[in-house]
């Protein structure tokens, strides 16, 4: 099997070509909803845990 690296280079750019990139705004929307949720997960889970680690105080006496 021979290697032709200006062929590969020729389907990629043909390929790349096919593809639908997103706007720029699109992209920022994108970007800003992932970062709202992740804020919004961490806060959920910050929440969860504080109330977990008051249940395992209250009932063992461990933890801080």
Known sequence: MAVDPARFIREVRSEIAKVTWPSRKETAVSTALVMALAA???VFFLIIDEIVGYG?????GLGI
């Open 56 to 60: 395992i105080h209250a009932l063992f």
């Open 40 to 42: 919004a997960i961490a």
